[in-house]
C-alpha cells in the first residue's frame, strides 16, 4: 500500500555531502515478500535501508553501501525530517523505472505523518498526537502469479471499484494473437497430415499394384487378405 503521492517524495543526497547535490523523486513502497526486492536479491529491507533505481544512482554517483540520506519539510522549511539510509541494492530500468527509490512502508508512514503535521516520536519531531493519526492508503501495487494471471487480476479489481493501471489491454492483444497464430498452425499441421497421409497411401497403393500378381499368388497359398 502506497501513501498519498504528496507525501512519497525526497531529496535524496549521497553522504557525505557531494557535488552532485539533492534530487527530489518518488519513493516506493515495500515489505517483505516483494518481487522487486527478490529481483535486487533480498528477502527483507530494513527501516534504515533503501533500494535505488538505476536511474537515481546514477545521478547521486551512489552504490551499493553507500551511504544517502533522504529528507522532506514542512511548515515552509522551518520543520525537517532526515532519513539516513545504507544503499541496499540498485535495481535496473527494467524493474524500476526512471528515478526513483524503495523504502518500507514505515518510512513513508512516518513521512505522511510529518508532513500532515502529526508528531513522529520515534525521531524525536513533535506535533499533533499521534494517536489520533489514522494512517490512510492512496493506493496499492499488486502482483499477478504471472503474466496470464493480470487480465483476470485487472478484470476483478475493476468489478470492486477500483482504478486499475496494468499492462492488460497489451497483454490481451498478445495472448489473443497467440490464439489466432496457435489456430492458424493447426490448419496448416491439419492439411499438411493429410496431405502427407494421402501421398503416403497413394505411393503404398502403388506398390500394392505394382505386385499385384506376387499377392494374388500368396492368396492362393493361403494367405489371408490381412497378412
Not at 516483494?34 to 535501508?49: F, N, Q, R, S, V
Not at 518500507?104 to 508532513?115: G, I, N, P
Amino acid at each position: 500500500g502506497a501513501t498519498r503521492s504528496i507525501a512519497s517524495r525526497l531529496e535524496f543526497e549521497l553522504s557525505p555531502k557531494s557535488p552532485s547535490g539533492y534530487f527530489a523523486d518518488d519513493v516506493a513502497p515495500t515489505s517483505a515478500g516483494d518481487p522487486l526486492l527478490k529481483a535486487a536479491g533480498l528477502d527483507t529491507l530494513g527501516d534504515d535501508e533503501v533500494v535505488l533505481s538505476q536511474g537515481l544512482a546514477d545521478k547521486l554517483g551512489a552504490k551499493v553501501d553507500s551511504r544517502v540520506t533522504g529528507r522532506n519539510t514542512r511548515n515552509d522549511g522551518a520543520e525537517q525530517i532526515t532519513f539516513p539510509f545504507k544503499v541496499a541494492a540498485i535495481l535496473p530500468g527494467s524493474y524500476l523505472a526512471g528515478s526513483r527509490a524503495i523504502a518500507t512502508e514505515a518510512v513513508l508512514q512516518k513521512l505522511e505523518a510529518f508532513l500532515d503535521g502529526y508528531a513522529v516520536p520515534s525521531m524525536g519531531i513533535g506535533g499533533r498526537p499521534a494517536e489520533t493519526r489514522v494512517p490512510t492508503i492512496e493506493s496499492m501495487r499488486v502482483y499477478a502469479r504471472s503474466i496470464d494471471g493480470v487480465v483476470v487480476l485487472n478484470r476483478a479489481l475493476e468489478k470492486l471499484g477500483f482504478m486499475v493501471s496494468s499492462n492488460a489491454p497489451q497483454i490481451s492483444l498478445v495472448q489473443n494473437l497467440d490464439r489466432v497464430m496457435t489456430g492458424l498452425f493447426l490448419i496448416v499441421a491439419a492439411v499438411a497430415t493429410v496431405g502427407f497421409i494421402a501421398s503416403f497411401w497413394a505411393s503404398l497403393a502403388s506398390v500394392f499394384e505394382q505386385y499385384r500378381r506376387h499377392l494374388s499368388l500368396l492368396k492362393l497359398l493361403g494367405l489371408g487378405g490381412a497378412g
